[in-house]
Structure formats: structure tokens, C-alpha cells
């Protein structure tokens, strides 16, 4: 009876929602970071190995500026079209959008239809930092 009146009087739930928010903030940013280390390494493949740049924006957002090579796949239309330039469940997603959301969506789902290595890069800006600095010199 007495843990009934504790959780009642709130002293233990006071600590509760605090540990819990900084468990998912923790478990976020170990996420975050390992998706970036991922990222990097699958940037560079890309550079190396042909991998396929998927810009999941909207067509206007596209075409206001995008990275050299990218394919503009929406993300209400990568079912569709992701399976026919992509035969290949090894082949190589980069995706990106303009925040990352979209791009963290279109990588989750690719992942659940067998795509190995689709990969989210982020924020346009995030993905053009990390395809650009790899870009050869010429």
C-alpha cells in the first residue's frame, strides 16, 4: 500500500519522466552518430562504386538546387521507381531531403524491401558536405 500512496504523492514519478527523457535523448544521439559514421563510409563507396544520390524532395524543392548526379525520387514515389533503377538489393541509396526526416523515412523503408545498404545522409546541406568533399578533383 504504501508504493500506492508513493506514486501517488508523485516523488517517485518526479524522477521517472526525467530518466526516461534522458534515456531517449542518449539512445538518439548514439543513434544519430552511428548513422553519420555509416553515412561517411557509404559517401565515399559511393564516390568509389557508382552508388546511387536519391534527392527524396518534392520536384520544386529539386529543382530549386540539388547535388550533382542526384535523382529526384519523392518520397510517395520511391515504391515505384526504386525497384526499377535498383535491381540490385546490394546496390548503393544514398538519400537525402531537406531536413532529414524524409530521407531517414525513405531509408527505413528501402531497408524493410531488402535494400542492404540504403542509407539516409540527412539535411541536403549534411549530404552535399559529405558527397562534395569526396568528389575527385579534376
Not at 548526379?69 to 533503377?85: G, Q
Amino acid at each position: 500500500m504504501s508504493s500506492v500512496n508513493a506514486l501517488k504523492d508523485g516523488k517517485p514519478m518526479s524522477l521517472l519522466l526525467p530518466a526516461t527523457l534522458l534515456f531517449v535523448l542518449v539512445a538518439a544521439y548514439i543513434c544519430l552518430w552511428r548513422s553519420s559514421h555509416e553515412a561517411l563510409k557509404y559517401a565515399r563507396e559511393y564516390q568509389n562504386q557508382g552508388g546511387l544520390l536519391i534527392d527524396v524532395r518534392s520536384p520544386s524543392e529539386y529543382d530549386a538546387g540539388h547535388l550533382p548526379k542526384a535523382i529526384n525520387l519523392p518520397l510517395n514515389e520511391l515504391d515505384n521507381y526504386v525497384p526499377r533503377l535498383a535491381r540490385d538489393k546490394n546496390q548503393i541509396l544514398l538519400l537525402h531531403c531537406s531536413t532529414g526526416l524524409r530521407s531517414e523515412l525513405a531509408a527505413k523503408r528501402l531497408k524493410r524491401q531488402g535494400y542492404a545498404k540504403a542509407f539516409s545522409l540527412g539535411s541536403y546541406s549534411r549530404a552535399a558536405r559529405l558527397i562534395l568533399r569526396h568528389q575527385p578533383q579534376v
